[in-house]
């Protein structure tokens, strides 16, 4: 069966440090690949999609890039972290072709 | 562009009440719209689809393209409902992406 695995599931950084979070995928090939924020009081936003490997959309202006080195690997990253890059990240998958997307169990970042 | 509105931050309802999660969309295509669900400490999970017509745990939802509304319902709440619920959109796109709401935290009381 298909798996979504994120680390770290906390981290606490100072501003301005890197970041580096990952996103892996077992059980599935060339899956759609999507890094989400979940802010306190603004549901999920949508940050980028992969629809496979080296292929990154963006979806909003921001401090944060993804890549998709392999084809069940997602990475977020930040070369200088921002206060406002506090916040609940969340990694998905979902098949080509197919609307349901399956959910990591996130990663709870604190930038202090 | 599509957008997604739930216009309850939070509700609060008493156990074997009805209970409605308001979901308003808008969209110039025809959407496929989905409940998603996040129970405490646990993943956000696909609750139902408005192109299955299926009921999951009681709840069901129609699509309303008259009003762009797919509110979730359900006849009898019960405590184990409360979760945080969020109301998402997929358009027509390439990378099937989806437009969430802000979300609903429903909170059923004993």
């Known amino acids: 069966s298909q798996t979504i695995h994120q680390w770290p599931a906390t981290l606490v950084q100072p501003v301005g440090s890197p970041l580096s979070l990952e996103c892996t995928v077992e059980g599935t090939s060339n899956p759609n690949l999507y890094w989400y924020r979940q802010a306190a009081g603004r549901g999920l936003q949508l940050l980028f999609y992969s629809v496979g490997i080296g292929q990154i959309s963006s979806e909003v202006p921001q401090n944060l890039s993804a890549s998709r080195p392999q084809d069940r690997q997602f990475i977020l990253s930040s070369k200088k972290l921002l206060l406002s890059d506090s916040g609940f990240y969340l990694c998905a998958w979902g098949l080509a072709g197919s609307d349901t997307q399956y959910f990591g169990p996130g990663t709870r970042l604190t930038v202090l | ?110």
């Not at chain 2, 998603?36 to 129609?62: M, N, P």
């Open chain 2, 1 to 110: 562009a599509q957008r997604v509105t739930q216009p309850e931050k939070l509700l609060s309802v008493f156990k074997g009440a009805p209970v409605e999660l308001k979901c308003n969309y808008s969209y110039s295509g025809s959407p496929e719209l989905f409940w998603y669900v996040q129970y405490s400490r646990q993943r956000l999970q696909l609750l139902l689809r408005h192109i299955s017509r299926e009921s999951i745990k009681g709840f069901t939802a129609d699509l309303n393209k008259g009003e762009t509304s797919f509110h979730l319902k359900k006849p009898f709440a019960q405590e184990e409902d409360s979760a945080m619920y969020y109301c998402a959109l997929s358009g027509n796109n390439a990378g099937n992406m989806l437009t969430f709401g802000g979300g609903t935290r429903l909170m059923v009381k004993p």
